[in-house]
């Protein structure tokens, strides 16, 4: 709609609307400007932009609740009486007089009416920021962009942060002075930042910037590189001292509010009461208001993608460069810049690089001293990152690591504590606050490479100045003021750094720190293709496969069963004897299953995967496997494409091979749920032993060995098993074994260990040995070749 009017049209238009409406008696008082004189009687104005209605609190005493038509609505200070937002000032007293009744609608509560005048002004900036000059510009497009908008962090509804480097690019450059947000408050003399003045800069609400931890954690970084008398008091006016941590997201009933604009805007102009300023399409003609709400609510609530096996594993490999290979660099280069409290920066600068460069590992990024580098000159950057944004890249690192492979959500690793490791023996523990379910703290068993990556966090935030047994692991204080950690947040601005990008390349990355939950399903699963990466190799050797599968497949599962009989008892009691507390643990309880079952069926879900992606390659024949196993794994494939076929051929006329691969992966999914691809230790082989039940598991090589150690004098294995003991597998039980099989990755890494084995022989410390390691090398080779020569054959 090509609607572009001139100031004077809308003065026009503005008086001309306005002029048919009186106040209603509602209103008791009016002002030109907030510190104006209240006038009240015939001296009460329209035009005034204050308005006061009366308020009844406690036992009939009053108050007068202002309606405001001046605020802020956009970046740099620009209100709704600037001359060219004339026809939203319009639209909001509007509103306010529907609200109040004046349009003959049944009024509603002032503070109710006010809360929705509020709306528009949110309304109106985000518009303005989207660079929307009117709502009769608003388009379908821009309802779905508001309506994803809406579901993501309350800070990032406007850009905030873009125009927080527009401020301190002023600040930096002399535009802007910074003592004009220093202020002395005579009730609260530790409160020196301005933030009315500073928010009303950045074209929002004070509750806006100040309830954010990751916005007031970045405006303190910013503040602290500025070197000014006054900075000081402002960073510690601003810094926090409690641990609580923020939502990153409105709550649902927040969520319905800001959509009151987008019904009433177009209400308001099919009823005639405006002609100007309103919708020219009903948002919610194809879907009501609540069902726009549930979708949005969905959106929050699907399970998030699984990232794709190769992105995942390129995504762990960065995680674990920075965490092995950088971490002692920036913990060095942190300590040598809180060590710095005395001299000039600049100085500093010198003796730092001086210090930390040459600690430098090849691939880490040069650090520059300051915790943020803004608008410094190339020659003193010189290609450098800030220690700060170093920091959040390292503690994101560390995040990735921890929330893979413990399983757990972003939430409960950000509320981890410094203290949550606990080793018993061989065996780790963390420390963790079930937020969903349990809501309470429980131990769970993790792999030692998490208690690495706590280690290193600790180690990172010691000497700061919240330093304790107990306090938050992600606290990282750089002298007084605290670096703002959000999980997600950092972890894609961790990925943004380093340049990775999805293996697709018409993808972009949709991450979440849900997502890692799975990550150590797809490490168990898909781990063993990618042994041969340096910065993988440290995990590779301070992860137990076993211990993965042991936890999820028989901890887990037994948990769930102990829950589930404790609870069909206590339901039988329940239907006898009622009780508040007994129905309160029922339902506790049934919640605690689910999300079990929940974290099984996930794990389950990469399983199944990962066994279609083996059969589909088997398929293709980019992928040639040998083993005894394999005679079972062609004779499934081959039911299936027979299955997948048929499937074909009911439902197309065509013969169409992208058809056909979707239907036989299709079919390959459902018959995963009874057959298996488990990884065996090492990555050397997999098992296809059917762990639901139906195979003769004793016939499995490692447990006849797992028999034979536990019964030393006994000739064989008695009775049948009901898992394989992956304990005693190894390279010549799983060639022998007529459960395994082994891909061309893992005859890779087979390939390795004879390798190693055949350059063994030079070092053996007599011939004996020689002849040993020799005849053991041979016999190995042999099988090899056997189960190649029977896989040409099969």
Not at 539 to 562: F, S
């Amino acid at each position: 709609m090509n609607f572009e009017p001139s100031i004077s049209e809308m003065e026009r238009i503005y008086f001309e609307t306005i002029s048919k409406f009186r106040l209603p008696p509602a209103v008791i008082a009016s002002k030109k400007t907030p510190d104006g004189r209240s006038l009240e009687g015939n001296q009460i104005n329209i035009h005034h932009n204050h308005w006061g209605v009366r308020q009844i609190v406690g036992r009939g005493d009053e108050k007068i609740l202002w309606f405001d038509f001046d605020n802020v609505i956009d970046f740099e200070g620009v209100r709704l009486t600037t001359p060219r937002r004339k026809l939203d000032y319009l639209v909001k007293k509007v509103f306010v007089l529907s609200g109040l009744g004046a349009t003959g609608e049944k009024p509603i509560a002032p503070m109710l009416a006010i809360q929705r005048a509020r709306q528009y002004d949110l309304f109106t900036r985000w518009r303005l920021s989207n660079g929307i000059e009117h709502n009769e510009h608003i388009t379908k497009h821009n309802f779905e962009v508001y309506c994803d908008d809406v579901s993501g962090d309350p800070l990032h509804f406007l850009p905030i942060m873009d125009r927080l480097d527009v401020v301190f690019s002023a600040i930096n450059f002399g535009k802007i002075d910074i003592t004009q947000f220093y202020k002395e408050d005579a009730k609260n003399h530790r409160q020196y930042f301005d933030w009315p003045q500073f928010a009303d800069m950045m074209g929002t609400t004070k509750i806006h910037l100040s309830t954010s931890r990751a916005f007031v954690s970045e405006l303190v970084d910013r503040l602290g590189s500025i070197d000014h008398p006054v900075v000081p008091r402002l960073v510690a006016s601003l810094v926090r001292r409690d641990d609580r941590e923020g939502r990153e997201d409105y709550a649902e009933s927040s969520v319905q509010k800001l959509f009151y604009p987008w019904m009433k805007l177009y209400r308001l102009g099919v009823e005639g009461q405006l002609t100007h300023g309103v919708l020219t399409f009903n948002a919610f003609e194809k879907r009501s208001f609540k069902q726009v709400i549930k979708s949005l609510e969905l959106r929050q609530g699907e399970r998030t993608n699984t990232l794709e096996p190769e992105d995942f594993m390129r995504l762990l490999k960065e995680a674990a460069k920075w965490i092995f290979e950088y971490s002692d660099y920036i913990c060095e280069a942190v300590e040598s810049r809180r060590a710095h409290n005395r001299g000039t920066i600049t100085a500093h600068g010198k003796r730092f690089i001086a210090r930390i460069d040459p600690l430098r590992p090849e691939g880490a990024p040069k650090l520059h001293h300051g915790w943020t580098i803004q608008d410094v000159s190339e020659t003193e950057s010189e290609g450098r990152i800030s220690l700060g944004a170093a920091v959040k890249h390292l503690l994101a690192s560390c995040a990735i690591i921890i929330g893979c492979f413990s399983a757990r959500r972003g939430g409960e690793i950000q509320m981890l504590r410094s203290n949550c490791i606990t080793q018993v023996g061989a065996h780790y523990y963390l420390t963790v606050y079930i937020e969903k379910t349990l809501q309470g703290i429980d131990k769970i068993p993790v792999p030692q490479m998490v208690a690495a990556a706590v280690e290193i966090v600790n180690k990172l935030t010691k000497g700061g100045v919240n330093a304790k047994a107990e306090a938050p692991l992600f606290n990282f204080f750089k002298q007084t003021s605290r670096v703002a950690f959000v999980f997600t947040q950092n972890m894609k601005e961790f990925v943004d750094y380093t340049g990775l990008r999805p293996v697709d390349p018409e993808a972009e990355w949709s991450l979440a720190s849900h997502q890692l939950r799975r990550g150590f399903a797809i490490y168990y699963y898909y781990g063993f293709e990618w042994h041969d990466l340096d910065s993988l190799a440290y995990l590779l050797r301070h992860y137990d496969p076993e211990m993965t599968r042991v936890y999820i497949t028989e901890a887990m599962a037994g948990e769930i069963k102990r829950l589930e009989d404790e609870l069909r008892a206590r339901s039988s009691v329940a239907k006898e004897k009622y009780s508040k507390e007994l129905k309160a643990w029922i339902d506790k309880t049934k919640e605690e299953i689910a999300e079990l079952k929940n974290t099984v069926d996930e794990v389950d879900e990469v399983r199944r995967g990962a066994y279609v992606r083996h059969m589909i390659n088997q398929h293709k024949g980019t992928d040639k496997a040998i083993g005894r196993g394999l005679t079972r794994l062609k004779m499934d494939l081959e039911t299936m494409i027979a299955a997948a076929a048929a499937d074909v051929r009911i439902t197309s006329a065509t013969n169409d091979e992208e058809k056909f691969l979707d239907a036989l992966a299709k079919r390959l999914k459902t018959q995963a749920f009874n057959r298996f691809l488990e990884p065996v230790p090492g990555g050397i082989a997999h098992c296809t032993a059917n762990l639901n039940g139906g195979d003769d598991l004793s016939l499995a090589e490692c447990n006849k060995l797992s028999a034979a150690a536990k019964s030393p004098d006994s000739e064989g294995v008695t009775g049948r098993c009901s898992k394989v003991d992956l304990a005693f597998s190894g390279i010549n039980p799983c060639l022998d074994c007529i459960y395994g099989v082994m891909f061309q990755a893992n005859q890779r890494i087979v390939e390795q260990h004879v390798a190693k084995e055949e350059a063994a022989i030079a070092t053996a410390p007599n011939e004996r040995e020689q002849k040993r390691r020799l005849t053991n090398l041979e016999e190995r080779k042999a099988k090899i070749r056997a189960r190649k020569e029977e896989a040409e054959i099969a």
